[in-house]
């Protein structure tokens, strides 16, 4: 069977495959009629080609082609959606999906699935062409500031995470408000959670960073570097401000992907307690995947150095390690469900006494095993989300008193401008 080569100048070549046609005289003549121009009649023979029995990728790529051709980009989509399913095809598709997303007025989403292409990886050609639309894309973009609102609602079975004897369920709302401004690099958020039971909010966060440098994006090596400042709140602590830098790469090779984010920030605490700390955090994760399912698992390390003179559950900073894996289904109309496990070790740097439920005194070094599994089931459009979800964990700890259970369940609603 033939089939045609979509290159970025819109020419069509025609190549020899061993496929064996359903309807030849069919197939011959739409390949005659889309060489003399009647893209039409074409796709009215490829169709007929497919409805005879041949379910051939290479005939579901004429068909995109013949779509785009005629200007029926979402038809063109589809078809291009479905021969991504074919692993073998799976880079030509994505290269002529940028295309048609482009055509459909969504840069956005045409550079990701050219950047798709290169993390692929799998024909020195298409990387080639797919790298020279996105500095195209680069050079000519001027893209716009995005502002995404978000509102959540949840119940949470054991907001302070204390021992099942102490535990008190609450339900909870989330507000997220994040603005991006791409042409200068800057980022900014705002994060509040309000539980019933208390009117002020309970956890409060403000950030905005810049991007201080990155590198170029048409290739498989990527790395950026970002600074900013982040303030916190929590109910019954102190105020908290925490400049920090980022650094991270990502290496993409054979449809894998490896990440690394090394992060570093000072908190500065105010009110009663101005004991400061210094936090580190380095993340390792490989991913690998297509558009429709995804995995990846990954390692985390965190230490917070140890704040003030007095030993005590509030100063005592720690060494967390997280090891996590998880993966994400992808379907059509913008469907998706992400589901993750991950165990947490926290080993706290002094020693603490403390005197038990029983009323056993018990001094030794903290530590705490955490067990965490997530589920979020999610719908997206261009500017609407909906998602809901599930959390379920346990945490073992030297000392009883802190061993404790945690459920949520919960679902939001966002919007991006």
Request: aromatic share 12%; no cysteine; hydrophobic share 40%.
């Amino acid at each position: 069977m033939r089939y045609l080569i979509f290159t970025p100048a819109f020419i069509l070549l025609l190549i020899n495959t061993p496929y064996v046609l359903a309807a030849p005289v069919s197939y011959q003549s739409g390949v005659e009629a889309f060489r003399a121009g009647d893209y039409q009649a074409a796709l009215t023979h490829f169709i007929a080609t497919r409805q005879a029995g041949n379910q051939s990728p290479a005939l579901l790529y004429n068909i995109g082609v013949s779509y785009y051709r005629l200007a029926q980009y979402s038809l063109a989509r589809t078809a291009f959606t479905e021969l991504a399913a074919h692993s073998d095809w799976q880079a030509l598709a994505s290269y002529n999906l940028g295309l048609t997303e482009a055509k459909l007025s969504n840069p956005g989403k045409a550079r990701e699935y050219w950047q798709q292409v290169v993390r692929l990886d799998s024909d020195p050609r298409l990387v080639a062409l797919a790298s020279e639309r996105l500095a195209q894309a680069e050079a000519v973009a001027s893209p716009a500031p995005q502002v995404f609102m978000q509102v959540q609602g949840g119940y949470d079975s054991n907001p302070d995470q204390l021992h099942h004897s102490l535990a008190a369920a609450d339900y909870y709302t989330d507000l997220y408000l994040a603005a991006d401004s791409p042409a200068n690099g800057w980022n900014a958020a705002v994060f509040a959670r309000d539980y019933q039971r208390h009117d002020a909010p309970d956890w409060l966060q403000l950030s905005a960073d810049r991007e201080l440098w990155q590198s170029a994006t048409a290739g498989p090596v990527a790395a950026d570097v970002r600074a900013g400042v982040r303030y916190e709140r929590w109910d019954g602590a102190p105020y908290a401000a925490t400049p920090f830098a980022d650094i991270s790469s990502n290496y993409r090779k054979y449809g894998a992907e490896l990440s690394a984010l090394y992060s570093a920030g000072y908190e500065y605490r105010f009110g009663d307690n101005t004991d400061d700390r210094l936090q580190q955090r380095l993340r390792l994760s490989l991913g690998s995947g297509s558009h429709y399912w995804r995995g990846w698992l990954g390692y985390q390390l965190e230490d917070t150095s140890q704040s003030g003179t007095e030993t005590s559950f509030t100063n005592s900073g720690r060494m967390l390690r997280s090891v996590f894996a998880g993966t994400r289904m992808s379907w059509t109309q913008g469907l998706s469900l992400r589901a993750q496990l991950e165990k947490r070790h926290a080993l706290y740097h002094e020693s603490l006494t403390i005197i038990d439920l029983d009323g056993t005194e018990k001094t030794a070094r903290r530590r705490q095993e955490l067990w965490r599994i997530s589920a979020d089931l999610q719908w997206r459009t261009n500017q609407w989300r909906l998602h809901a979800g599930v959390m379920a964990g346990k945490a073992n700890d030297r000392f009883e008193l802190y061993d404790f259970t945690q459920h949520q369940v919960y679902a939001g609603a966002g919007y991006q401008w």
